[in-house]
C-alpha cells in the first residue's frame, strides 16, 4: 500500500503563490507517476499536473504557465508551486499516484489518492 499526505494549503489573496506538497510512503517507487486533481464545491474532480519518470510533466490548459509540478525522488516528495492563483483555483487539492507511471490527466488511472488540502483564492 502506499499512503500519500498533502500539506501547504490555505487562504491566499488573487495574484498569490502557494505550494503544495504531497509526501509518498509504504510501497511507493520513482517509478510512479504522480499528479495534481482539484475538487470545487459541487463540482467533478478535475485534473492539474502530472509527472513522469524523466520529469516529463503535463498540465491541464487552465494552470498552463501558472502552476509547475515538480518531485524530488530522494525524499519521495511531489510538490505544486502555484503562482497567480485566480478565485477559480479555490478547490481541495489531491495528490495521486499511478503505479503504472502513465502520468496521464485521466481520474481512473491513478491507483492512490490522499485526503487533499484545501487551497482558497479570495478576490
Known sequence: QVQLVESGGG????????????LASGTFSSTYAM???RQAPAKER??????R???????ADSVKGRFTISRDNAKNTVSLQ??????????????????WGRGSGIYS?????????QVTVSS
Open 11 to 22: 487562504l491566499v489573496l488573487t495574484g498569490g503563490s502557494l505550494r503544495l506538497s504531497c
Open 35 to 37: 499528479g495534481w486533481f
Open 46 to 51: 478535475e485534473f492539474v499536473a502530472a509527472i
Open 53 to 59: 519518470w524523466g520529469d516529463k510533466t503535463l498540465y
Open 82 to 99: 502555484m503562482n497567480i492563483l485566480k478565485p477559480e483555483d479555490t478547490a481541495v487539492y489531491y495528490c495521486a499516484a499511478d503505479m
Open 109 to 117: 488511472e491513478y491507483d492512490y489518492w490522499g485526503q487533499g488540502t
